[in-house]
Structures are given as C-alpha cells and as structure tokens.
C-alpha cells in the first residue's frame, strides 16, 4: 500500500527536530514491509500517547532481530499538541541506553492527540531516517487504528503493517 499523506495543517509549525540537528546520526535498523512488535511494547505505546492526552508524546523503539520490544519514552522538550522534539542530551542517553542492553534502534514514535494519527506535513519533511518505521499513536479511544506504522522515504509515505507478537 503506497499513498501519498499531505499531513495536518495545524501541524505545519516548522520546528527543529532534533533528529535532524546530529551530526551523526544513530544508525536504525530497516523494517520493509511489516513491523513486528510485541504485546507488551504495543500496550507501552498507547499508554504514553494516553498518560498526556493534551500533547505530543514520543520515544524511540527497540528489539532484536526485528522484533520490538523495548519502548525508550522521552520527554516533549516541545511540550505542544502538535510537534515534538526530544532533546539531544536524552537522545543521546537513550541510544546509549539501547546499546547497552544490546538493542537495535528500529524506529521512532510519536502521538497526534488531536488528528488522525498519519504523517503531517511537518513529520513528512522531518524524516531525516529513510529505514525508520516511523509510528504515530491515536490516544483516541475510539481511534480505528490506535497505532499506526510508516516509512517516509523522500517525502513518500508507505503504511507498513503491524504484526502483534506474543
């Protein structure tokens, strides 16, 4: 499945990610195709997009050989219903902390607590990883995919498929 987002125009604030500002970037592992996530990191993402309903939550994702199952939540240095950032100097204790306990970096995640969670414009042109599985969370409850995965490559949006394990 191949489409095209044009993303949210409350959403078009340009606002520094910080994952663009390294210089040198932490390497990700590529997910093609489906992302397999286990229950338990599932359940971690909705809970963080619901601990703070009122803005953008977001984290980084992690796992062996594929499979995520370590959620890394980070603190919205943004603190906004609409864009997020994390900090470099917690960036950088979370990609310490992931190689520490001997993960791969598989992708990064975000809510939209108030539009449907699919890249906005502004997640779209500040998607500085191709292979990142990019995941945006709905704490709606009502949302028909509270959790939803994509590849932004080159302003093109794949929605991947997520596999729920164990």
Known sequence: ????????????????VCFGTLPKRARIAAMEGKCRLSRSALAQMLKSAREDSMHESCGLVAGRDGLITNLFAARNALASATAYEIAPPELFTLIREIRAQNLELLGIYHSHP?????????????????????FIISPKPDAPKPVRAFRIREGNVTELIIEEVG
């Open 1 to 16: 499945m191949r489409e095209k987002f044009n993303g949210h125009s409350s959403q078009t604030r340009a606002v520094p």
């Open 114 to 134: 108030n539009t449907e969670n699919i890249p906005s414009s502004m997640d779209i042109e500040r998607a500085y990883y191709p292979d990142a599985a990019y």
